[in-house]
């Protein structure tokens, strides 16, 4: 069986799904919620920056053909495991987006009446960015894990 790239179709189906679910809790259940802070939301970002690095320095890796079970080389279970971070990342994030979309799609309406969703409002659109970088992060990652074609068994044209 073969890995196959993570689709951008089914992250956004995520967003939506969790953006629609969230929406209905915040309307239901706004008042007892606690302020969102603008670290809340910005928590994810240093996951994102780390998984983007990670990319960089996979693909340089993977680009010199320094990879292998050389201590001087990367290893490919290494390289497994990063692919596998990429693609449980890039769900998260859009799950996380979606919920924080959820969450602004209720709150900017909102925000002339409400002085909550006036303070709630940076978190919240911190929180969405924090999200989709995430994913974009790990789909960075997940196309930097990938194996370069093999050469095939033909001879080349001369």
Same mark, same amino acid.
């Given at each position: 069986?073969?890995?196959?790239?993570?689709?951008?179709?089914?992250?956004?189906?995520?967003?939506? #799904?969790?953006?629609?679910?969230?929406?209905?809790?915040?309307?239901?259940?706004?008042?007892?919620?606690?302020?969102?802070?603008?670290?809340?939301?910005?928590?994810?970002?240093?996951?994102?920056?780390?998984?983007?690095?990670?990319?960089?320095? #996979?693909?340089?890796?993977?680009?010199?053909?320094?990879?292998?079970?050389?201590?001087?080389?990367?290893?490919?279970?290494?390289?497994?495991?990063?692919?596998?971070?990429?693609?449980?990342?890039?769900?998260?994030?859009?799950?996380?987006?979606?919920?924080?979309?959820?969450?602004?799609?209720?709150?900017?309406?909102?925000?002339?009446?409400?002085?909550?969703?006036?303070?709630?409002?940076?978190?919240?659109?911190?929180?969405?960015?924090?999200?989709?970088?995430?994913?974009?992060?790990?789909?960075?990652?997940?196309?930097?894990?990938?194996?370069?074609?093999?050469?095939?068994?033909?001879?080349?044209?001369?």
């Amino acid at each position: 069986m073969r890995l196959k790239p993570t689709r951008i179709r089914e992250l956004l189906a995520n967003i939506a #799904i969790a953006a629609v679910i969230a929406w209905v809790a915040t309307r239901l259940a706004y008042g007892s919620f606690p302020p969102i802070s603008t670290i809340a939301g910005a928590s994810l970002y240093p996951v994102a920056a780390l998984e983007a690095v990670l990319g960089f320095y #996979i693909r340089a890796r993977v680009s010199n053909s320094q990879i292998g079970a050389d201590r001087r080389q990367l290893h490919p279970i290494t390289v497994a495991r990063a692919l596998a971070l990429a693609k449980a990342s890039a769900q998260v994030g859009s799950l996380v987006a979606g919920v924080w979309l959820g969450f602004l799609l209720w709150i900017f309406p909102q925000r002339g009446d409400l002085r909550a969703a006036d303070a709630d409002y940076p978190g919240v659109l911190i929180g969405c960015g924090a999200g989709i970088a995430l994913a974009v992060a790990a789909l960075w990652l997940e196309h930097c894990c990938r194996a370069p074609d093999d050469p095939s068994d033909e001879p080349a044209p001369s």
